[in-house]
């Protein structure tokens, strides 16, 4: 199945060693070709205190033709104790102010202060991240429920989607990672339970064949096609749900981080379309079952 409306987006953690600031960050996206852009917060919060107008930035980004897929904060939205929880939303609210003064509609929300000792009580954590849709849709910012891999709470795609079911909001989604997914042990198939419109953004990035999962880390991942992932899987089974959202390349890797911005931002803009392109190809070849 053709994917229809699918964008590419650039999470700007690909770039982070070449120590770019928010402008230039936009400036890049929009010249290697990218639709979107996906900044972390403390990139928006030292534009903003260095002197940097965020309305400015707002038009800068429209003007330069990209769209504030999501952003990445971690406020503690998870945690059992109440006043940090409650701090946990009050800096989300901070984050989705931001990110809404930017144009944006979305931001990441990972299992921030609960990655270390597991939590389960999987219905208190799908009442605390209803909580945080509202307060996201009081602001007009949608938190999206993170998969993390290496935490000890909200791993396993298994996890997240019954948070997401049991949280009693309409605007509960998911934000899917290739490489969360694989680092947690949670199978590819998987993904054919949710509904496209669950999914509004993908981070795209690849994985070797080692290090192996219990040992392989952020730093490890690479582009996407240059590793071992399952990525025509992946995608097929993505669009055949209906998605349409997002794609956004999502790197850590020092050694990208060495080489000229300009050609990481374009090498990864062209494997991520070379990926969907073999994805859709090998669809439309498959045999009818």
């Known amino acids: 199945m053709t994917p229809a409306n699918v964008r590419y987006c650039l999470n700007t953690s690909t770039v982070r060693g070449q120590k770019l600031d928010l402008a230039a960050l936009v400036d890049l996206a929009s010249q290697a070709g990218y639709d979107g852009i996906e900044p972390w917060i403390g990139e928006i919060t030292d534009w903003r205190d260095a002197g940097g107008s965020l309305d400015g930035m707002r038009k800068k980004i429209a003007d330069s033709g990209l769209k504030v897929e999501s952003a990445i904060g971690f406020a503690e939205w998870i945690v059992d104790d109440p006043e940090r929880r409650k701090a946990g939303l009050e800096a989300a609210k901070h984050d989705m102010d931001l990110v809404s003064r930017l144009g944006g509609t979305r931001i990441a929300a990972p299992p921030a202060g609960a990655t270390k000792e597991r939590m389960t009580n999987l219905a208190a954590i799908a009442e605390r991240y209803g909580e945080l849709c509202k307060v996201g849709e009081a602001v ?57 419109q669950a999914v509004h953004v993908f981070h795209m990035n690849d994985y070797p064949a080692q290090p192996a999962r219990d040992t392989i880390g952020d730093g490890d991942r690479v582009f996407p096609g240059d590793g071992v992932a399952p990525l025509d899987q992946i995608l097929r089974t993505m669009f055949a749900n209906g998605f349409s959202g997002a794609l956004s390349l999502e790197l850590f890797n020092k050694s990208y981080w060495e080489q000229p911005a300009e050609q990481v931002a374009r090498t ?18 498959r045999s009818p079952e």
């Open 140 to 196: 007009g910012v949608v938190p999206q429920l993170e998969v993390w891999g290496f935490s000890a709470t909200l791993s396993r795609l298994g996890e997240t989607a019954f948070v997401l079911a049991e949280c009693g909001h309409s605007s509960a989604c998911l934000l899917p990672d290739v490489y969360h997914i694989y680092k947690g042990g949670s199978p590819f198939e998987g993904l054919e339970m949710l509904a496209g």
């Open 268 to 285: 990864g803009l062209e494997k991520m379309r070379a990926a969907v392109r073999r994805a859709t190809i090998a669809d439309a070849t």
